[in-house]
């Protein structure tokens, strides 16, 4: 009798506490009368992006003013093209916050010629200086090459660098099904490079692109200095020139590589975040910030790097406006600049952020190029936020998106403390690296739909925080 | 105290049940040791694939052939190319089917010529005959054009078609995440437009291209006749001269076309499905077939459709060749003729098949274009069958797969009725239309990573379904 007691009781805690969970559970799920609101408006707005292509177009537009590096004319056209495109879509305040950025320059001047031990040009190569590279004297530098696959390799074979130019060779891994994984085990050369290769005694880096595709375009990026070693010129050359080099050294391990840069390091000067918001009628001290990062690389339209995504932003909140949502909290667009070359417009605007009373509900960030979507990837450690944001997915997948999980959020975004949500767009990443820092990043590339389908998903993502909070 | 007794057996019979379902979902699943296993093999199959890119070149050695119409020279050259190709990769048996295929010839003239009322040219329209199209007499066709955007407009107009050319107007529907829904809901023009038109003594019809890409591109494909009814000739338009006819027709309704076509239909000839496969070990007779379809049409490379499906079905078996995978069943790669222009090799398989012995376990279409993998289609009504093949997903996500659920298989595969599970394979579809039936679906609008992905997602679940049936 007391057994069959304490066993029912314990069943029926147990159960209780099933039903309690699951109330808990539903609790943060959506009631069905604001679900069937949601939906139509879902649908609207999947519907108004794919039918009328209007961020495509305003795509088009910034990409016909150029390549948008910090610190450039170009990137100061950008800015006021996309503060006038604010001001023209009608959203609330647009404002210009000042940011001090670098200022590098690629010149004129940029050549690799490969010369046989006889200082016989053999051929030109395909480079292009990494962003924030010294120049080399004007009559260039002239040296043997040493090829290596790893910082390890060189190291084991540091007596050989002493005078050379070292050629960083490895590709990137393509077995993986995200080509972020392989991207991110090859960076590591063009960001150290100079320094890896200065340590033992190198007078240059040359670095194969970071691409996944077998053709012959440099693509760029950011490299580093140290002070407490010489500073050498570093520059990538495109994959099939790299297999080329590799080729022609182990023909003739004395060949030798002239090479000439002229870009160089201005003085820092100002610019400018571009910012752009729609003012909440409930809570209009809670902020949801959808962004992208307005500089580019110096090469290509900057088209998906990250073109895209601010475009993106701005699209966003033109859906509430020409679907009539009046929001419920703050809608804010922010486009950093100098995301590629040192994040200062990233930390101005954490600045602003963390010091402000407003709270920032979420951070949206989308950088990872304009292709089909996939997920949002939320860097947060609350499993029921996690599990509140899941349970918005039938809505979210009228835009594509399958997933969401745990992970990082941006580079720009990250820099913000006062966030309680920062999120980061994860569309495919399959032909992202083909083109990323490169002449191919045009905007040609982009295709309407999946770009499009990326304001979508992000809009849809904006409206539920909007309306549901967190 | 009854009550009690009562009440506790009930909860206890609650939670058996609850215990023998998870005990029963679980045998469904695969034991940890094969786990393990299995992962190991699914991320060989995923780095295979994507590092040595073997499909996407032989790919390319099939769109050099050109089109594959069926009937068609290029056809039988693919046919062997195929053939040989499978014999090359060392399958156990390779053989060809007989097939009565439809020959029907695109011919030398097709042009449609816009007249003004006093029938001077205006302009040259681009278009392409569809496919099984009588031609014109040889001097052509002139008339008025009437302009309609659905059946029931050209019913409610029927005393203006007479005499006329009736242009079906309606564009694909992009509104849609999905572009095949958009498609689905435009293709009845193509189909039957030459029907509707004569119905109302219409004298030819002109389909605005079903197409996603506001080109000028046009985009064949199939069309009907029925013998109760005079038999017209049929075109499609590019997509932007469809938008200027259709501009024209209001400015002045009295233009006229001079449509000229020398397509022709040849009588039937003989053709082959291409069939090759691997012998199970453990059980010989089972089969899983992987399949696409060797025809084309008879522009662009027939790249996407179905040259992609074709390779990937070939690379499929082949990625158990250079893994040294000996299969527990049989595989099969069945490359299907016709299936463009009446699904005769289809038809003639599934013949074989349901008076074979042997048993078809699974068959997977792959004829959706070579994009990034999704999900997987099943044609079945076993509720137990789709939850084991998603107690898979987390191997075949290695490959990009995120969903399997409950839907249409694939115009070939389901022709056979002896098979338990007929799937198809869900790539991404934002691309697909651009290129589909036109002269844009070229080899290089293949992307290596997403066509390689394909093949490592339809590896992975053959290769699953061999090792633990169904």
Partial sequence: MINHSIVFTLILTLILSLFISNSALSQSKI??????????????????????RKGYEMLRN????????????????????????M??????????????????????????????????????????ALGGSIGTPSNGITAKVIEVNSFEELKERKDEANGKIVFFSRPINQSNL???????????????????AAKYGGVGAIVRSLTTRYDNVPHTGMMSYVDSLPKVPAATIGYLDADFLSEAIKGNPNIKIKLT?????????????????????????????VGGHIDSWDVGDGAHDDGAGCVQSIEVLDIFKRLNITPKRTLRTVLFINEETGLTGAKEYAAFADSSKQTHLAAIESDRGAFTPLGFSVDTDSIALIEKL?????????AGIIWIKKGGSGADISQIKNIILPMGYVPD??????????????????????FELGSAAIAIMVYLLSEEGI
């Fill in 87 to 128: 001001k023209e879509l009608g959203f609330d305040t647009v404002w210009l916050q000042p940011v001090i950025v670098p200022h590098w320059e690629r010149g004129n001047i940029e050549e690799a010629i490969l010369l046989d031990s006889d200082n016989k040009p053999l051929r030109r190569l395909n480079i292009l």
């Fill in 390 to 398: 899941n349970s918005w997915l039938p809505l979210l997948r009228k």
């Fill in 429 to 450: 990443s399959q032909r992202y690296f083909d083109l990323h820092h490169s002449p191919n990043d045009v905007f040609e590339e982009v295709h309407p739909r999946e």
């Fill in 261 to 289: 840069l002229d870009c160089v390091t201005q003085p820092d000067v100002k610019s400018y975040n571009v910012i752009g918001e729609i003012r909440g009628e409930e809570f209009p001290d809670e902020i949801i910030l």
């Fill in 62 to 85: 910034l990409c016909r003013i150029g390549p948008r590096l910090s610190g450039s004319k170009n990137s100061l056209i950008a800015l006021n093209w996309a503060k006038n495109k």
């Fill in 178 to 196: 995200s080509t972020f994984t392989g991207y991110s085990n090859a960076a590591d050369q063009r960001v150290y490079g100079a320094i890896e």
């Fill in 31 to 52: 009631d069905s009368l604001s679900l069937i609101k949601y939906t139509n408006v879902a649908e609207q707005i999947v519907s108004s992006a794919l039918s009328e």
